[in-house]
């Protein structure tokens, strides 16, 4: 009972105080869509799975005979997320919610409630996602399935012509991102445990950097990106093995943070 | 009524000692004051036994219960460390409201009456962020003493309040320790400490380094 008051207190309060960034949402993603939609249109993308491949796609593989590429829409889009669950916890910790732990009497409570609204304000922030983004399509005319407009890989993504491309399922197009979001969301907030979190979110750039540059079953940022799953290139990363790699992690976040936290000096870091 | 037991506690920070074998015992019923200047350990000691920072070495007791091992905060505890923190987009109401529910322990009308004893208007609309400095320490004392916990803890309750402020303060403490709450206070004006506490500790370093047992208090 005391673990539902908290998490609901966390959403609530959660909203109340970064709801300005939510505004930004919108703006982003139509910043995004606009210009495609114009450069793309005329090759026949612009249902909701083209656009959505667009943003959340990422890069093809790397290799030593291209120059590397740097996925920026997938890595602002998702960095911003990133940010949106950077600092509501470490706040939280050092102001009002110190009454709530101690009101609520639980450290573990406090942790997996935390754990549980980071969770949810990923998966807020991808349903407003795909909420604008199928909006554009029905203004644009666009269709509103995952299919992929075949030109998409090639046109857009520059990958070889000479392979017939998957249409996605929606696990792998949206399921994946969202997980694979999840994940490092959790891991970013572990870190704020013991770092300051300007320095976890630099932990968090960096493995989805790392991700872009290795196409590795290890680099867990690759999940995210659908055109670098096995079910388009045969040395792809496997959705199946993502999503236990990607559970184990949610999981070890979930047990190491409240192991951790039940020992964990509330001070602020700053003194 | 509430006891605590502190038997040689240490913490220690970044391989810093700030509190150095602390042992001392406190009881309902009582205003317990603590003195020191910055660094000299009180808001450590302060956060220890609120449950908020881990012992290093030594124990705690709350009523026979070991803080960290049996416990892991007082289960009835007010407390107002350092600075009011509030949800700026409240009322003082509001706020107030939203952290009783946790424990559901004071009705809308305790919260009302709590934040009139403070001196603040419980209809006020005003947000919490445009609050004065002595408003938000008046919220934050309300916020501390609404559920009638058994042990209170004030770090520097009377920072950004005025004189009448300093009055309702006096008030409040001497009306919660008749209920019978031990309320540990720190304070930097030792004439303000000296006319509410029953007990003064003055900390150097992290240890006692003198204790006055306040006559007819």
Known sequence: MMFFKLAYFDIKNSFNLEWK???????????VCFPFYLRYAKIGAGGFGDFWLYMFGGIKEYTYDDAFKFPVIWTVVLLYLFYITLYYPYNDLLGYGQNV??????????????????????????????????????????????????LMYTE????????????????????????TAVAI??????????????????VTAAILILSAYYLKPFMVGNYAMPIR??????NGVSPQNGVIILSAI???CIVIGGIAFKYYDIINKEN | MAKIICKDVVKDIKGHRVIDGISLEMDGGKIIGFRGINGSGKTMLMRLLSGLISITE????????????DITFPPSLGILIENPAFLDSYTGFQNLKMLAAIKGEASDEKIAETIAL????????????????????????????????????????????????????????????????????????????????????????????????????
């Not at chain 2, 030594?58 to 091992?69: A, C, H, P, V, Y």
């Not at chain 2, 609404?146 to 402020?165: F, K, Q, T, V």
Request: some cysteine.
């Open chain 1, 156 to 179: 857009v993504f520059e990958m070889a012509a000479d392979i017939v491309y998957p249409s996605y399922t929606v696990g792998t197009l949206i399921g994946m991102p969202l997980l």
């Open chain 2, 118 to 217: 403070v001196g603040l208007d419980p209809t006020d609309k005003k947000k919490y962020r445009k609050y004065s400095l002595g408003m938000k320490q008046r919220l934050g004392i309300a916020a501390a003493v609404m559920e009638s916990p058994e042990i209170i803890i004030l770090d520097e309750p009377s920072n950004a309040l005025d004189s009448s402020g300093v009055d309702m303060l006096k008030v409040i403490l001497q009306k919660e320790k008749e209920r019978g709450a031990l309320i540990v206070i720190s304070c930097h004006d030792l004439a303000i400490l000296k006319e509410m506490s029953d007990e003064i500790y003055v900390l150097e370093s992290g240890k006692v380094a003198q204790y006055i047992k306040e006559e007819g208090q």
């Open chain 1, 229 to 234: 799953s096995v079910e388009v290139i045969p």
């Open chain 1, 185 to 202: 969301s959790q891991l970013q907030m572990l870190l704020s445990l013991w770092l300051r979190p300007i320095f976890s979110f630099g």
């Open chain 1, 21 to 31: 960034k939510l505004l930004v949402v919108p703006i982003g993603f139509l910043t």
């Open chain 2, 58 to 69: 030594g124990s705690i007791t709350i009523d026979g219960k070991e803080l960290g091992k």
């Open chain 1, 101 to 150: 732990l101690i009101r609520s009497g639980s450290r573990f409570n406090w942790w997996l409630s935390k754990c549980l609204w980071n969770a949810f304000a990923v998966v807020t922030f991808f349903t407003l996602g795909a909420a604008l983004v199928a909006l554009f399509c029905v203004f644009t005319g666009g269709p509103l399935s995952t299919e992929i407009s075949p």
């Open chain 1, 250 to 252: 949610i999981i070890a």
